[in-house]
């Protein structure tokens, strides 16, 4: 019996959702009274897997991330080698792709996107009706699936030292493989941020987001827009947010012009603090704020570039 | 091409949310169903699209009761030929995707497309699991997809950027804002729904591996805080003093 972690190392340093898995997994075994072992792929250095906080590390060299039926035979298997009772990923891109192919290979009961430990009833929670509601899950199969929320638990890293080997089973060929990346701007990805800063129509235009975009670097934050921004091109896709474009959970949430419909509360209610400038006091973002400013977003955003300058200034 | 798309049956995006039975079930009383957005606007018309451009089929596939039935003459009226309904409540996610397996296993789909998540449920499971029961590779939060010459090529927003990805057909693939544009049904399309097949099948046995127990609503939210705009400076005094989040 033990607990599998899988998770990504690759990269310059891992990932935190790596380093929330890690911790989660810490928990649990220690809880169960078991090791730990992780599960990853790539290249990272040896000396680098040893240090994390697992009692072993098993790495495949050979495959990458793009073809998740390979991952979830290398998990799987690694899964069956350790007897693991319980199989712990991230829910992020990758995680919420390989997650449910190991649960269904392995016949497991999983819990998508959880954001607490098991109980002690054994039951875990998770959001549903898009952060609307939350459900405690009661998982009935031997091994356990579960696939972590990013930013729900404090990482408490330790430091470990892990026996590393690498993994030689047989996954196959990759079916699914990448042709290209293109690699987005300079920007902070708005998955990982942990400050956002989001506008809506009531910038009246594309050549006003200057202003959005300002405070956005002063904050070091990502930016993001409401969906008919995205929909109008004033935009790119990608930073729509809400029911039907990204959930986002950031620290802070800092909504400009956005009306706060219930579709765009949605995607963005997981955040810990959400700052609403709206110009209507009516406007029913107000009732999801922590901290609002009724203003015209024209007055209002030069006034917080300027103080956030300052602030940048003093720290 | 043989396309197949799953179409799940969910509350409205304005629906309340509120639970009976000392909180174990939703209470969907008077509440509005919907097909899922991710099913409809994204994996549906984009199905429908590659069907005009290069021929074949487009069946949708249910798990639920009879009360899902309006939902998918909505897909119907949408232009998908023909659907299937599997006849039983969804237990969990690995049951739909048991169910879905069985009737698609040897039935020769091209490319089954499912929503990147369902509104309710939020699982992203049913697409992986899917591929996984039917040993299939899997497309994970497609935006754009085509196929040409037996491959489907993908492109996904992961981390902030865009991954360009191939794979031979057939395989499973789970849709995402981007891939195309909403549909809204025209009464010639609502007509010629009322009369295009709806098969309804039985369940093949598959037991709940997971069960959700109890339901929570979150805390009332703490009335806002209101700074004046003359002074909106302070705003961010208060973020990094009072909130500490910058
Ligand atoms: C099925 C479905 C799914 C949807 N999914 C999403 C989704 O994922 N994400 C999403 O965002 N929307 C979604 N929507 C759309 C949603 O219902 C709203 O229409 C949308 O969020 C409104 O965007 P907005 O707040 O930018 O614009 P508006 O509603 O037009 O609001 C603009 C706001 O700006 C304020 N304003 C105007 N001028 C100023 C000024 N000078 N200074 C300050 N404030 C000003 C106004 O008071 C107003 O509150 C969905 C809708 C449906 C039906
Ligand atoms: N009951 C169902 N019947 C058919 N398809 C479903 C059902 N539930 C979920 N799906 C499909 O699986 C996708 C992911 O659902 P979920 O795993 O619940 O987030 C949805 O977008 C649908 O395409």
């Not at chain 1, 990608?238 to 400009?256: C, D, K, M, S």
């Not at chain 2, 995006?13 to 957005?37: E, H, S, W």
């Not at chain 2, 899997?138 to 085509?146: E, G, M, P, Q, T």
């Amino acid at each position: 019996m033990s607990v599998i972690v899988f998770a990504d190392t690759r990269g310059a340093k891992v990932a935190k959702s790596a380093l929330e898995t890690l911790t989660y997994g810490r928990k649990l075994a220690n809880k169960e009274g078991t090791t730990l072992t992780l599960a990853t792929f790539g290249d990272a250095p040896a000396d680098r897997l040893a240090a994390l906080d697992a009692n072993k590390v098993t790495v495949a060299r050979n495959i990458g991330d793009a073809d998740n039926q390979q991952l979830a035979r290398f998990v799987a298997d690694v899964a069956a080698k350790e007897g693991a009772k319980w199989v712990i990923c991230s829910h992020d891109d990758t995680g919420k792709a390989v997650a449910p192919r190991v649960a269904a290979r392995l016949k497991a009961g999983e819990v998508a996107g959880a954001t607490t430990l098991p109980n002690e009833q054994g039951h875990i929670k998770r959001n549903v009706f898009s952060g609307k509601a939350q459900a405690w899950v009661e998982l009935k199969t031997p091994v356990k699936v579960v696939s972590l929320l990013p930013n729900s638990i404090p990482v408490e890293a330790a430091q470990g030292t892990a026996t590393v080997e690498e993994f030689t089973g047989d996954t196959g060929t990759a079916k699914v493989t990448v042709k290209e990346v293109r690699k987005a701007g300079e920007g902070i990805p708005l998955p990982e941020a942990e400050i956002v800063v989001s506008a809506g129509r009531g910038m009246k235009g594309p050549e006003n987001w200057g202003l959005v975009e300002e405070l956005a670097k002063e904050l070091h934050a990502a930016t993001a827009c409401s969906r008919p921004v995205s929909d109008m091109d004033w935009r790119p896709h990608h930073e729509h947010v809400g029911q039907t474009g990204l959930a986002i959970r950031p620290n802070l949430y800092i909504a400009i012009g956005i009306s706060g419909a219930i579709q765009h509360l949605a995607g963005v209610n997981g955040s810990k603090v959400i700052c609403v400038i709206n110009n209507d006091p009516e406007a029913p973002f107000f009732k999801a704020a922590d901290y609002g400013i009724v203003g015209d977003a024209f007055q209002v955003l030069p006034k917080l570039i300027e103080a956030a300058k300052k602030l940048n200034a003093e720290k | 091409m043989k396309i197949l798309v799953l179409i799940s049956h969910v509350p409205d995006t304005t629906a309340r949310i509120a639970f009976t039975n000392d909180n174990t079930a939703y209470d969907a009383n008077g509440v509005q169903f919907i097909v899922n957005p991710y099913d409809e606007w994204y994996a549906l018309v984009r199905a429908l699209e590659l069907k005009e451009a290069q021929g074949g089929s487009v069946t949708t596939i249910t798990v639920g009761g009879a009360a899902t039935e309006p939902t998918i003459r909505k897909a119907l009226a949408i232009g998908a030929d023909d659907a299937v309904r599997v006849d039983a409540e969804p237990k969990d996610g690995h049951d739909v995707a048991v169910q879905v397996a069985a009737y698609a296993k040897d039935k020769g789909f091209d490319l089954v497309l499912a929503g990147k998540e369902t509104i309710d449920h939020n699982g992203s499971q049913v697409g992986p699991m899917v591929a996984e029961l039917l040993e299939l590779p899997f497309i994970s939060l497609a935006a754009k997809l085509d196929v040409a010459g037996g491959k489907a090529t993908a492109e996904r927003d992961v981390r902030g950027d865009v991954e360009v990805v191939e794979c031979a057909l057939p395989l499973v693939v789970s849709c995402a804002k981007g891939m195309a544009e909403q549909r809204i049904p025209n009464m010639r399309g609502i007509m010629a729904a009322r009369t295009k097949p709806l098969q309804v099948v039985p369940a093949v046995a598959s037991e709940a591996l997971s069960t959700s127990v109890k339901f929570e609503l979150p805390p009332p939210k703490q009335a806002v805080k209101l700074i004046p705009a003359e002074e909106a400076g302070k705003l961010i005094e208060l973020l990094h003093t009072e909130a500490k989040v910058i």
